[in-house]
């Protein structure tokens, strides 16, 4: 089932809807032009993990497009009712959703909605995944000069990750790294890239350089967050298809599946590992409770 | 007003349902990730104009997309009714659109919007409009080499389209020209290129290569189909920036706003023809009607 929460200034704590029917306007923006922005963090137990980052992640996406949208508070309340009002769970996925509103009503159409995730996610950290690189068709350096493609905001916009994964599988592979058209590494549709070397003791984890056009990934900065404490050195690509197939371990990380261990990449087999999955798991995991 | 009629099997000609109260699902693919196509056509007197150029590339969006769609002729007798349901009004919007639907569904999510046209495309069309080049970030041979990023269909991903418009008034002007990250001019947000040069007696009309990774413009396409026989001369691109600076006149082309003449391209102003445009303009309604 799906609880559905609208933010609504006349409920101080949401308004709780039926999902089962029909409750967004034909002609809302979100739904004629993708024009919006979301959020997807995972609850345990009742509790969002890391909803600080994500409220900030989703306000930045919002200044990046110029929407004026409800403030970090009301997103908390509205999140616990969703959370409260689904039947308990051990995980729950709270997606925030927000809308540029109906056409010429000049304000935005704000919702929770809160479900039981998927069994992909669980299936695909425990057995890993084969990815595809694929071209992301922009270079390294557009992000900046180019603020209008809105490389930064998580948008609603998401028609090409959706068409990048369904060409994945049609290819048998299970997700997409996308690639730069100056050949860096990037991101992928719903994920971060993570990569692990350990050389003479040396332990790194790598991902891509921010400025590169990337989306800041939430799940990869809680896991920064602890892991240097935990004796790993940090850093920010530039990243190449060549530093996948040369790393110990390349994971995808996202809020709902974790640390996705990537087992292949263009068919080529590379290395996994159990060991250095669950210590990273653990961090994370860690680093989203802080 | 809007009308709305959603295409449904148990309902020949389609389901009419209230505009004003909620018609769309919370989780539909359309509102929850722009994944969804769309068409938006012009019906004069009741009659919409060059229905079957925009089916079939209603239907060559979806084909990009994968997804399965109703047939035309469901299409036709939808827009009919919303055409018939809305007060008479000389000019009408039909707006198609079809998501990918509920998640888990399965079943596409396809209704028919008519209203009436802002007055924006007509006073644009009149008073002319002054336009940006921004880059697009793609260069003018991905379109072939990454179907993944869906450049011959027309997504309701626009949130880049509408972020590029919203740039472009700010920095006060009224519509964008992309350009490729190689240089060729490409497309406006929500219309089509086209230029207009006279030399030593001969016309000729350009607009974009396909090949580019542009739309196909239905307008262009009505406009190409009569102009041969009004003595113009036809050419496809490529175009760059200063092809346009060097035209006679250069137009947005849109099934809306029909033909807008740009009168300035980054500041810098360009030759408009009230001559041209309304030759062409009747070019275009009498390509529209056949």
Redesign the interface.
Known sequence: M?V?VFLDPAYENGRV?D?S????????????????I?ESMLAVDGTPRKISAHLARLAASAET??LVIPPADAWERAAATAIAEHPPARELVA?L?V??GVEGAGSPTA?V?ASVPGPSGRRQRESGIDVLL??????ST?AE??????LG?K??????????L??ARKHGADDVIFTS?DGLVLEGPTSTVLTATVREGTRTLTTPLLESGVLPGTSQGALFSTAADAGWQLGYGPLVPQDLFGADAVWLVSSIRLMAPVRSIDGRKIPVSRELTDELTELLVKGSRE
Not at 134 to 139: S, W
Not at 155 to 164: E, K, Q
């Open positions: 799906t559905l809807a999902a029917k029909p409750q967004l306007m034909a002609t809302d923006q979100g739904a004629t032009r993708g024009d919006g979301f497009m110029d997606k959703l809308t540029r919702w909605q694929l071209d992301r068709g922009y270079d557009v000069r180019a603020p209008w493609l809105l905001a948008t609603l916009s998401y028609a090409v990750n959706m068409a990048a369904r060409y058209s």
